[in-house]
């Protein structure tokens, strides 16, 4: 079940979703508004391939050095992260999705990794993709995205961050997490072989 904002307010208040700094003012019908923070992941201009089984080190800019503003190229892909620290219990799962606003303007604000498991607690980090034919000004504090919240049919038996799972991005810290794919990382067999009969 997609909670409602009065919903969403009464979970904030039960401190089932933690959310800090808390801002009623935005509220939506059925999501909270969150905000653009200062620090962005970027990637260097040379490299060879991105290979998910190595750590892929990016460079950290702080926007607060270039005047509150980033201006991301058109198909550019940086890692961001929301103002707000999100907590949610148990009971909770949440996504984070595009506002329409910058959806019309060309931003996307995740690549498919917008969904935020039961118990996890930190800092939102965005991927921020520009699909405008000019660039995309980001300004500290804008309005970001939308965090929607589910009621789960039940607890979770092992919320994210639970010592039975490998949790990697569990109480993020200020600022947008690179990928930790690398951590632990196998691949799985595709084919079984069949016995001739």
């Known amino acids: 079940m997609l909670l409602c904002d009065e919903d969403i307010a009464r979970a904030e208040a039960q401190r089932r979703i933690i959310i800090e700094p808390f801002e009623p003012r ?8 969150v905000r653009l923070d200062r620090h ?32 991301l190229q058109p198909g550019q892909m940086v ?48 991927e921020l993709v520009n699909h405008a034919p000019r660039p995309f000004l980001l300004h500290v504090g804008m309005r970001i995205g939308q965090l929607c919240l589910f009621q789960l049919s039940g607890p979770a038996r092992w919320p994210y961050g639970s010592a039975a799972l490998s949790s990697h991005y569990q109480q993020q810290p200020r600022g947008p997490v690179a990928s930790r794919s690398h951590l632990g990382w196998r691949t799985w067999p595709t084919t079984t072989e069949v016995t001739p009969t």
């Open 40 to 71: 962005l992941l970027v990637w260097p201009e040379q490299g060879g391939f991105i290979d998910p089984a190595v750590d892929n080190p990016m460079i950290p800019v702080d926007m607060f050095t270039m005047g509150g503003t980033y201006p």
């Open 79 to 126: 890692l961001a992260s929301t103002v707000e620290h999100v907590t949610l219990d148990a009971t909770l799962a949440a996504r984070v999705e595009g506002r329409s606003s910058m959806g019309r303007l060309g931003l996307a604000t995740h690549v498919t990794a917008g969904f935020i498991d039961p118990g996890f607690s930190g800092h939102i980090t965005l």
């Open 26 to 33: 935005l509220l939506q019908p059925s999501s909270i508004d």
